[in-house]
C-alpha cells in the first residue's frame, strides 16, 4: 500500500489594515494581534500532527504566521515564491466591502473578462504555481505531513482545480477563511481526498477584506 501524505495549505491570519485596501503583494502589511493569536491557535491544535516541513509565502503576513509552527515542530521555514498572494492591478485600492472598485468609471477597463480575470493573475498560473509548490512539498514530507502558508485566492483556485471545478467563481462564495486549513491527502503522488477546518475561527471578525 502507498504511503499517506498529507499537504496542508494554510491561510494566514488576520492583517493589521486600517485604511481597508486590497494590500496583495504590497510590502509592509504585517498581522494584527487578533491574527498573530489566529496563527497561534492553529499550531497548538495540529501540535499533535506528524509535520516534518514547512514552507511559506514571502509576504511578511505569511511569514509571521508560519512563526509558531517553526517553533512547534522544530524546523525552518522554506521560502516559496510560488505560494506568493495572486498578482492584482487593484493593489492599493481602498475597498471597504468590494464596492469601491465598482463605483470608479477608472477600474471599469480592467473588468472586460472575469473568467481569466482580466484584473490579475490568470487563474491557469496561479493553478500551475500552487500545484508546483504542492508537489514539492508532498516530496519533502512524503510520509508525513506538511504545512504551506498560502493566501485566500491561490489555495481556493487550487482547490478548485483539485475537485475538478471550474476556476472562474464568485469570490463572496470561496471556503477559505482566515488561519484556514485546506488539506490535500495522498496515497504515493495519487490524490485521495480534500478536508477543511477553521481551528481559529472563534477568532475570525466578519466581514474580512476580500482577496486577502
Not at 495549505?9 to 494584527?32: D, F, I, T
Not at 472563534?202 to 482577496?211: D, F, I, Y
Request: hydrophobic share 40%; net charge neutral.
Amino acid at each position: 500500500m502507498a504511503e499517506t501524505t498529507v499537504v496542508h495549505l494554510l491561510r494566514h491570519g488576520e492583517v493589521h489594515n486600517p485604511a481597508n485596501v486590497l494590500y496583495g503583494r504590497l510590502p509592509g502589511y504585517h498581522l494584527s494581534e487578533n491574527g498573530r493569536q489566529m496563527a497561534e491557535t492553529v499550531a497548538k491544535s495540529v501540535a499533535g500532527h506528524d509535520v516534518t516541513a514547512l514552507f511559506c509565502s514571502p509576504l511578511e503576513r505569511a511569514q509571521e504566521t508560519a512563526a509558531p509552527f517553526a517553533s512547534t515542530f522544530h524546523l525552518d521555514v522554506t521560502i516559496d515564491d510560488r505560494l506568493i498572494e495572486a498578482l492584482n492591478i487593484f493593489e492599493g485600492v481602498p475597498v471597504g466591502k468590494g464596492e469601491a472598485l465598482f463605483r470608479s468609471p477608472r477600474h471599469y477597463r480592467h473588468m472586460w473578462n472575469p473568467l481569466r480575470p482580466s484584473w490579475g493573475e490568470p487563474y491557469a498560473d496561479i493553478v500551475k504555481r500552487m500545484r508546483g509548490a504542492i508537489d514539492t512539498a508532498r516530496e519533502a514530507a512524503r510520509g508525513h505531513e506538511a504545512i504551506l502558508v498560502s493566501h485566500q485566492l491561490p489555495i481556493w483556485v487550487i482547490r478548485l482545480a483539485a475537485e475538478g471545478r471550474r476556476l472562474p467563481h464568485d469570490p463572496r462564495r470561496r471556503q477559505c477563511g482566515l488561519a484556514s486549513l485546506t488539506s490535500f491527502s495522498f496515497e504515493g503522488d495519487r490524490l485521495i481526498s480534500v478536508g477543511y477546518s477553521e481551528p481559529a475561527a472563534a477568532l475570525v471578525k466578519r466581514p474580512t477584506v476580500p482577496g486577502a
